[in-house]
């Protein structure tokens, strides 16, 4: 049992994260609300200290008095209703000066993952990151060393990371069903300085034609602007030119000193 | 300037291009009281050694070629891409006082100068030589050095990592996910989007309808 643990540690040393607790783990899989009710009830082995508050299923009609289930939900759909204590660590790490943490989500696990699970882990990451920085804050105002802090980087990693999957999974589908490439409509536009610019879309309630501080914003360039852009382009090639000579230089003279170098590409 | 701009400004060390780089960190107090900000120093060239090209790693055996501690072997304690330099363990050591104050003169320490890459040649771990090394792909399709005059690889070193984690003997804590459930699969492809699946799953029914609205 030990060994088989250590080897599958071994092969997948990249495989330990933060999420909730393991005791938890059946709610992951849980989806809808009212399933997650009756999973607390099935799950009533896995009651900790944690479950203080009496289940919410006992007498559902006294305390749901609400009877369309589409409009009303509760704000908890998990089991775990530890209100403020979620902004705090456990009390066993309390004092302590290093508190372990495992690496982690690589985009490559989270690849794997269906939605749902994205959406889950996405709040049990941003729980965590809210603990870690009420820690920070904590640790500031008592001016001393905050434990560990590699784990806000962890968490903050993993969280571009999920949003990343999000993205390309909502860009894919939005490629395929419609051919865009981007979700926020734009438009190549040239404004008055005479830079051509990719202008993204703002999203108004009224049209253009009657937005008086839309219509102030030029987007041509104006007579006078021109013989500006000229000495403009003057300067950029002036230091193009300059760039290039003092590249040049530099390897003639790295080649003196150093006479096996070949001469790069770039 | 935006507040979070202004405090990774304070965060990441900004360094002049003609930065004559030492052994100190750039953001240290040693580093900023040899190189403070309106200082020019003459020219260092640097050979460029491509980043593919370079051999010598942190933690390897190498003998010395050049210098007085010709002919000595020793471990590779830090390296310096920048100026290409190696430090290794007591080796090309000059002697100095350290914590000197008013009345006590210091302790003497024997301090270790950096040396050239190319004045530095790896060892080769079956003959325990010295040899010119070549990076060349196995058969599974592994980069590794070749030692040109054996031909044997010569493997990377084991370095401990910064957080002294050791892999193998990895216990998972309470919030740590198990190898099984992070590697578990359980997309399953579809035509919706997240927001889509994820109202489906917990019963949200959106009924309200969009505003018209114009984009420009």
Not at chain 1, 133 to 147: C, D, F, H, I, N
Not at chain 2, 77 to 105: C, M, P, S
Not at chain 2, 174 to 184: G, I, Q, R, V, Y
Not at chain 2, 190 to 207: A, D, F, Y
Request: aromatic share 8%; proline share 6%.
């Amino acid at each position: 049992m030990g060994s088989a643990t250590s080897k599958m540690a071994a092969s997948s040393s990249a495989g330990r994260v933060l999420t909730l607790c393991k005791q938890f783990q059946n709610v992951f899989r849980i989806s809808s609300a009212t399933n997650a009710r009756q999973g607390a009830v099935s799950s009533a082995k896995c009651q900790t200290s944690l479950l203080r508050e009496k289940s919410p299923i006992v007498t559902p009609s006294w305390s749901n008095p609400i009877s369309s289930p589409g409009q009303y939900r509760a704000l908890h759909t998990t089991i775990s209703r530890r209100g403020l204590e979620e902004f705090f660590d456990s009390p066993e790490n309390w004092g302590e000066a290093n508190v372990k943490s495992g690496a982690p989500w690589t985009a490559k696990q989270l690849r794997t993952k269906s939605n749902e699970d994205l959406h889950k882990l996405w709040y049990v990451l941003l729980k965590e990151k809210n603990m870690l920085l009420t820690l920070e804050q904590e640790a500031k105002g008592q001016r001393v060393q905050m434990p560990s802090p590699e784990r806000l980087r962890k968490v903050e990693r993993s969280m571009i990371r999920l949003e990343t999957v999000a993205k390309e999974r909502e860009s894919a589908l939005r490629l395929l069903q419609t051919g865009q490439e981007k979700g926020r409509p734009g438009a190549w536009r040239r404004n008055i300085f005479g830079y051509v610019y990719w202008y993204r879309f703002k999203e108004y309630a009224i049209p253009w034609y009657m937005n008086r501080r839309y219509k102030r914003k030029r987007f041509y360039t104006p007579k006078f602007v021109e013989p500006h852009i000229r000495l403009r382009i003057e300067n950029y090639l002036r230091e193009r030119a300059r760039n290039e000579n003092l590249k040049k230089r530099r390897l003639t003279k790295l080649q003196e000193r150093f006479p096996q170098i070949k001469a790069p590409a770039s | 300037m935006r507040l979070t701009a202004l405090l990774s400004m304070a965060a990441r060390v900004i360094v002049p291009k003609d930065y004559r780089y030492g052994t100190n960190r750039p953001w240290t107090a040693a580093a900023k009281r040899l190189n403070p900000p309106g200082k020019r120093r003459r020219k260092v060239f640097v050979e460029p050694i491509a980043p593919e090209e370079w051999s010598v790693l942190k933690g390897d055996t190498v003998e010395i070629r050049k210098g007085n501690d010709k002919g000595k072997q020793g471990k590779v304690i830090q390296v310096f891409r920048r100026r290409n330099w190696v430090i290794l363990e007591g080796l090309n050591t000059h002697h100095r006082y350290i914590g000197k104050t008013a009345d006590y003169r210091g302790t003497y320490i024997a301090s270790e100068a950096p040396i050239l890459v190319r004045d530095v040649a790896l060892v080769d771990p079956s003959d325990r030589k010295p040899t010119e090394v070549e990076w060349r792909f196995t058969e599974e399709g592994e980069r590794v050095r070749v030692s040109l005059r054996t031909g044997r690889i010569i493997p990377k070193p084991v370095v401990e990592r910064r957080d002294g984690i050791v892999p193998q003997q990895w216990k998972d804590g309470p919030k740590d996910t198990s190898p099984e459930d992070a590697l578990e699969k359980t997309y399953i492809p579809s035509l919706k989007t997240l927001e889509e699946e994820v109202m489906e799953k917990l019963g949200i029914q959106e009924n309200r309808r969009h505003r018209t609205s114009y984009w420009y």
